[in-house]
């Protein structure tokens, strides 16, 4: 009999250690985002702090899908997490000073700070299959995915909380904190296998062509390109637009709608965790019409003529974007080997990463042009396309998930 995860220390230090890097990232964004305005009185400087940000993590991920594969997965973690809370104390230092050269230091240190910590998704993904069991490995993203969940909708408001009622040497403390201990536990999971690259000339080049010559990865992504302009409507100005001019509602419907959504993504990792097998014997199939679910329930929600409606859409539409989610990154642990989840994973975010930056101007665009409402069509048509490809695509489609083969890498 399998052991539970809740019983396996290894996935409870991973699963630790990702908890800790969300709340402490998620601290860092209030921090940074509040402070900076303080500092500049104004909303672009906020703004272009996210793009420095956002910047920073694509360079990275294109380096990331050319060295990651050199470096012990448990080892970099480990000085990641040290790397990131060392550079909080530094930013914590540079805010409580004044003038233009600080706030030069500051974009410095944030830079390399995001630089470092988007080398921690793709290696946090190509681990987690070398800590549990491969029929585990939905559970376990489920379980991560929920937790991540979590700490996104409850971090902003502790983050805000404390920086109105705690001292700013606290919130430092208790961000850079954070990120030290996703590294400790990190540090302590001991694998039997070594996680470091079979071949240091082996070319990164080998990652790229990965995406594009296998079907599944191709397909995968082909559906993030077209899901990722979708996904730029539930955007915070988008929601707010379609709230004000759609539903002719004020800010308390934007954030029930918000606040829907998120608990439907929750119920839907929470379905991923109670074990349903049907997602494991069809994981191919269910990534198809999740897809398709999301179309249907974003062409409803577009219709719906009252909000409380919306709202009840929001819901129903969580749990379908969460399960395709998991499915999917479920699909790609299980299609690479270990030595290459890491370099591919990062190769993907480097391609995906500016494009979700461009995708909020372009519907913003569209926004302006079609009318919010317009958008919200053409963002269903775009989840239905998406689908179509996962359903007619057989190499996806017909993805069988074999949990029989007790595999740890």
Request: glycine share 8%; aromatic share 12%.
């Amino acid at each position: 009999m399998k052991q539970s995860l809740w019983k396996q220390a290894d996935f409870l230090k991973m699963w630790g250690s990702q908890s800790f890097q969300s709340l402490g990232h998620i601290l860092l964004l209030v921090l940074i985002m509040t402070q900076i305005y303080a500092m500049t009185e104004s909303v672009f400087g906020a703004a272009a702090v996210l793009a420095l940000m956002s910047g920073a993590s694509f360079i990275s991920g294109l380096l990331a899908s050319y060295f990651i594969n050199q470096f012990s997965l448990t080892r970099l973690l480990y000085y990641i997490g040290w790397v990131r809370g060392i550079s909080t104390v530094i930013l914590g230092y540079l805010l409580l000073a004044e003038g233009q050269s600080a706030l030069f230091l500051i974009l410095i240190v944030l830079f390399f700070s995001s630089f470092v910590g988007a080398w921690y998704q793709p290696a946090r993904f190509a681990l987690l299959p070398l800590v549990v069991s491969k029929s585990q490995y939905m559970k376990a993203n489920g379980t991560i995915t929920l937790v991540h969940q979590l700490l996104i909708t409850a971090g902003w408001g502790i983050g805000g909380l404390m920086a109105v009622f705690a001292p700013f040497p606290v919130i430092i403390g208790i961000t850079a904190s954070c990120f030290i201990l996703s590294g400790i536990l990190i540090k302590s999971i001991r694998l039997t296998i070594d996680t470091k690259s079979v071949k240091v000339d082996s070319k990164v080049e080998h990652a790229w062509k990965k995406i594009f010559r296998i079907p599944t990865i191709r397909t995968i992504t082909l559906m993030d390109f077209i899901e990722g302009l979708a996904n730029a409507i539930w955007a915070s100005a988008l929601l707010l637009a379609f709230t004000t001019v759609v539903l002719e509602k004020g800010s308390e419907w934007w954030g029930a709608l918000n606040a829907g959504y998120t608990v439907g993504a929750m119920i839907g990792s929470l379905l991923v965790i109670s074990g349903l097998k049907l997602l494991e014997r069809r994981i191919g199939l269910m990534i198809g019409l999740c897809g398709l679910s999301m179309g249907i329930f974003t062409f409803l929600f577009a219709l719906s003529p009252y909000a409380i409606l919306a709202v009840i859409v929001c819901v129903l539409m969580g749990p379908m974007y969460s399960i395709r989610d998991i499915c999917q990154e479920t699909v790609l642990q299980d299609i690479m080997n270990h030595s290459e989840r890491a370099s591919v994973m990062a190769a993907r975010n480097a391609i995906i990463a500016p494009w979700t930056g461009c995708t909020f101007l372009i519907m913003g665009y569209l926004a302006d042009v079609l009318g919010v409402q317009m958008v919200y069509y053409l963002a269903a048509t775009l989840y239905c396309i998406a689908s179509v490809i996962a359903l007619l695509h057989p190499s996806l489609r017909e993805y069988t998930y074999k949990v029989e083969q007790e595999l740890r890498a």
